[in-house]
């Protein structure tokens, strides 16, 4: 038997890896196990090299509009293969980096399929068995199949995308982000099912690459999660670029033909449609990876196909810990990353808090850009909060203008009562580069006060963020 | 204008007290300095003084008054040159309204010490001083540790919140990163209601053992105060020689508050070796005429630390002295003895309390033990069933342990080391002979026992043990 790991992790996603690296550098004998990627989707399949194809889309976008900057680009056209190719260069060198890191840190990675068999007891440590797998080949140094003991074991699995009965993914018509992250040629025609980041992401970069894009979304609003005002400014934007959109409206029926998908989609009204495209993304949703774990042997505690937790990684048994998507929403990378280092602090008996979900960002990479903290202006009210709201138009901004980039919105939103900073939300260039700034301030829990007494550097975007927040005051000076 | 004198907290749960006694007649000149009125509450009594000059000129509530919330108008003090008969009339017409601007007063940086109504407050001696403004009086002597400690360190949003709530930040445990207090921690204390008044940290030590210890904020995670440091200690030793374990909240708390008893209670230790075989005659005696319940077990099995729990709680009331324990610029004396008693459990231990120990018989004590030492070890007693006590009883004969001394459990001033019950060569009337001899040792909190005071009570302690059937009556 191999000896006994203080900490084994199982997935080597964002979540996974920072927890497994944190571990390690508490002193814990730490193993990370994966069965396909160091990374994960976040490094492979996500967050990362969707930037990369977006970022190709937005120098597209600019070599077509380079005479709004006084500069002359003709015949502009892409080559699909080598935008996918640098896509995947960047995963491959960030996914090569991570191994890396692992090393350096002394952390052991384990390639196959785990299954956690028990967990701690009394001096007996827990076991997992780890089984080979056919998905990937496994990286240099790792160790293989076999049984393994670990005295705390951390899930951190991940999530996989939902698949809707009728409209299963195949590969070839019907996309998830996988496929779509890979064209072999640029699709005409595509129709986006699901308005969350991930299906509008996608929806941008196809429309900007030249397809017919439509995006189908059930609830009344795109981008769901989003502010109210944010998300309507944002659906102004795509219709004005040309992308169809359909909120309220149900895919009920997806047939295949030779070179087309047929949808059937039924709208608020009751009234369906029938919208042909070469290609269908499900950007329906994740769920999370809780299968053939021997969870239900364990009597781990689930809900919704996430794995129950007390906010600092403790499942219901004792020595079983889960963090990142498989733990529960938001299913996003860095709430994974953070889940990871609070969950080894506190087996490391540090002073530890649970993560505050309510301060967790969001963004959305399309263009214009969208990112978030906090409560929507309705939720807040919702909630019982008499609001300040504070606004500040891209249009004020020096260096926006000078950007090329005058449309977008800062918004910021207060209780009128003590000053909490309860939320914020933008659209436009760069937002998602700003909305830290935020992000610290509800962290350290500022007021309108602080925020106001705060100077911003000039000539930057983030001056409208101070202009926002005096403006839910009353004090703004460029509009 | 006249003053209002308002019900104090004398800690930072009280809630409401008894108007013992009013030192002051309506109609009295007050001096600043002067005691007006004596409170009680369940722990203690406290004196209520004033910081301002005048004439008491009305007494809002009678002496023998129970259960008046805090921050009730008790009576008005018409100002120097005031007509004593129309302070008398209206001063007590709006007490909430005449709290606001005092609070609004102090805009120097110690206001955030300070807790609007200060102005009212200030009149319980257990006060700090509420300000420099205010002329320095008498009262301010017991400035709170956390108080005098001069900034508090909470985020912008606790700040306002605390203001706008009337919440003392000095009074508030911060949670954020080094005890910085944050949003929630004020909420927090004010849903419990902890810190609507300005602390009196004086007597936090007359409460419960965890309010006693206002941990000191500046303590490291670990809980103890300062060592040699992680690495320090890791320098000492091969890398793969050890393993580390992790500190749970008890070890914390038992590295914290006995580091903290040894450095503050200084101590002092008297041996006597007690006979007992009367007692295990006694014992003897007592368990075999122990009825049977249902299931044919018998009511009661004593042990012998059973009967070394109640000599304790005898000897403590027949040494009333000795029944008593230190709260910063005090004694707080008990009528009745609440003895604690060690429980070893995986990892730690419990001091459970017996309440009454002196009143209460050897089976009951015996019983009550039973069930504390059983919950104990589940980790289910309450709060309440371990704090407090003013002394208490550690046990390691089972162990064969002839003879240690043992460490006081604050705010407790007391407590007893029991080594095993042995057979041993004693000397009587000149000859050897053999008697079973149990060797105790009582640690004792000098600022509270002189040595004679102790070795009363020690003496009081072998003289029940020796003599039982003194427990019995």
């Not at chain 1, 190719?85 to 692992?102: D, H, P």
């Not at chain 1, 890979?182 to 308005?195: R, W």
Request: glycine letters at 10%; proline letters at 5%.
């Amino acid at each position: 038997m191999s000896d006994t790991y203080d900490i084994l992790v199982i997935g080597a996603g964002p979540g996974g890896y920072v927890t497994a690296i944190r571990a390690a550098q508490l002193g814990f004998k730490t193993a990370v196990v994966d069965r396909e990627h160091l990374g994960g989707i976040c490094l492979n399949w996500g967050c990362i090299p969707t930037k990369a194809l977006l970022r190709s889309a937005e120098i597209y976008h600019y070599m077509q509009h380079a005479s709004d900057y006084g500069l002359s680009a003709k015949e502009v056209s892409f080559d699909a293969a080598a935008i996918v190719k640098r896509s995947r260069g960047v995963s491959g060198r960030l996914n090569g980096g991570v191994g890396m890191l692992l090393k350096k840190n002394k952390v052991d990675v384990i390639w196959g399929e785990a299954t956690v068999e028990s967990v701690a007891k009394g001096n007996e440590p827990g076991k997992v068995t780890v089984k080979e797998t056919k998905r990937a080949e496994a990286p240099k140094g790792a160790k293989g199949a076999g049984s393994y003991s670990a005295k705390h074991i951390i899930l951190a699995t991940g999530a996989r995308p939902r698949a809707i009965p009728g409209i299963e993914p195949d590969k070839k018509q019907i996309w998830t982000y996988y496929e779509a992250m890979v064209p072999e040629a640029m699709p005409k025609s595509l129709l986006v099912m699901g308005s969350g980041a991930i299906g509008i992401e996608f929806a941008s970069f196809y429309r900007t690459m030249g397809a017919e894009v439509t995006v189908v979304e059930l609830l009344p609003q795109i981008l769901p999660v989003e502010d109210a005002e944010i998300a309507g400014m944002a659906r102004k934007r795509f219709e004005k670029q040309g992308i169809k959109i359909l909120t309220g409206a149900k895919v009920t029926k997806v047939e295949k033909g030779a070179n087309a998908v047929t949808a059937t989609i039924e709208g608020s009204d009751g009234k369906s449609q029938q919208i042909s495209a070469e290609k269908l993304i499900s950007a329906v949703g994740v769920v999370g990876n809780i299968e053939n774990l021997g969870l239900e042997k364990l009597g781990v505690k689930t809900d919704r196909g996430t794995i129950v937790t007390d906010g600092l990684g403790r499942t219901n048994v004792p020595g079983l810990y889960a963090i990142g998507d498989v733990a529960g929403p938001p299913m996003l990378a860095h709430k994974a990353e953070h889940e990871g280092v609070i969950c080894v602090e506190t087996i490391k008996g540090l002073h530890t808090h649970p993560m505050d979900k309510g301060k967790i960002p969001g963004c959305t990479y399309c263009h214009p850009q969208i990112a978030s903290v906090g409560l929507t202006e309705a939720k807040a009210k919702e909630q019982g909060f008499q609001v300040k709201v504070g606004r500040f138009p891209f249009a004020g901004n020096g260096k926006a203008i000078a950007l090329g980039e005058p449309d977008g919105l800062i918004k910021t939103i207060f209780d009128a009562k003590t000053g909490q900073l309860l939320g914020a939300h933008m659209i436009g260039a760069e937002v998602t580069e700003l909305i830290q700034g935020y992000v610290v301030a509800m962290t350290l829990e500022s007021t309108e006060e602080e925020l106001m007494h705060t100077v911003f550097p000039h000539p930057t975007l983030s001056e409208m963020m101070h202009e926002s927040v005096l403006d839910a005051y009353g004090k703004v000076i460029h509009t | 204008m006249p003053i209002n004198v308002l019900m104090p907290a004398l800690s930072p749960t009280m809630e409401k007290g008894n108007l013992a006694k009013w030192l002051k007649k309506e109609g009295d000149a007050i001096k600043s300095g002067d005691v007006l009125a004596e409170i009680e509450t369940d722990k203690a009594t406290m004196e209520v003084e004033a910081i301002d000059e005048g004439v008491l000129a009305k007494i809002v509530v009678p002496e023998g008054t129970a259960d008046v919330p805090v921050n009730d108008l008790i009576a008005i003090i018409a100002g120097e040159g005031e007509d004593v008969s129309a302070a008398a009339a209206g001063g007590g017409a709006a007490p909430k309204a005449e709290a606001k601007p005092a609070a609004e007063a102090p805009k120097s940086d110690a206001g955030q010490n300070t807790t609007p109504g200060d102005g009212h407050m200030s009149y319980a001696r257990v006060n700090e001083a509420p300000d420099a403004a205010k002329p320095a009086a008498g009262g301010g002597q017991a400035a709170a540790p956390a108080s005098s400690g001069g900034r508090v360190f909470a985020s912008p949003l606790a700040r306002r919140i605390a203001k706008q709530e009337g919440v003392d930040l000095a009074a508030v445990q911060g949670s954020g990163p080094h005890g910085r207090i944050i949003a929630r921690d004020v909420q927090e204390a004010k849903a419990s209601g902890a810190t609507k008044a300005a602390p009196a940290p004086a007597h936090q030590a007359a409460e419960t053992p965890k309010a006693a210890a206002p941990a000191p904020k500046a303590a490291p995670a670990g809980g103890a105060p300062a060592g040699l440091s992680l690495d320090q200690v890791r320098g000492f030793y091969q890398k793969d020689a050890y393993e580390e374990v992790p500190l749970d909240g008890m070890r914390k708390t038992i590295a914290k508050r006995l580091t903290e008893a040894m450095q503050v209670a200084p101590h002092f230790y008297l041996t006597v070796d007690c006979e007992l075989d009367a007692l295990m005659k006694l014992r003897e005696t007592l368990n075999g005429s122990a009825g049977k319940d249902r299931d044919g077990k018998p009511l009661f099995k004593l042990s012998v630390n059973d009967f070394v729990i109640k000599a304790m709680g005898l000897a403590l009331t027949r040494v009333p002295a000795a029944n008593a324990v230190w709260a910063e610029d005090r004694i707080l004396r008990f009528k009745h003895a609440e003895v604690g008693v060690a429980v070893a459990i995986d990892g730690g231990l419990f001091t459970p309390v017996i309440r009454r120990a002196d009143e209460k018989t050897l089976s009951a004590i015996s019983n009550e033990m039973k069930d504390f030492a059983a919950r104990a070890r589940a980790k289910k007693l309450k709060p309440e069933e371990y704090q407090g006590g003013v002394t208490s009883v550690s046990n390691l004969g089972m162990f064969g342990i002839k003879h240690f001394t043992a460490v006081i459990n604050p705010p407790q001033s007391s407590i007893l080391a029991v080594g095993a019950g042995e057979k041993r060569v004693v000397v009587k009337d000149g000859q050897p002979t053999v008697a079973q001899v149990m060797t105790c040792t009582l640690s004792c909190d000098h600022r509270v026992l002189d040595g004679a005071l102790g070795a009363e009570l020690v003496s009081a302690f072998k003289g029940l043990i020796e003599n039982p059937m003194g427990m019995l009556v």
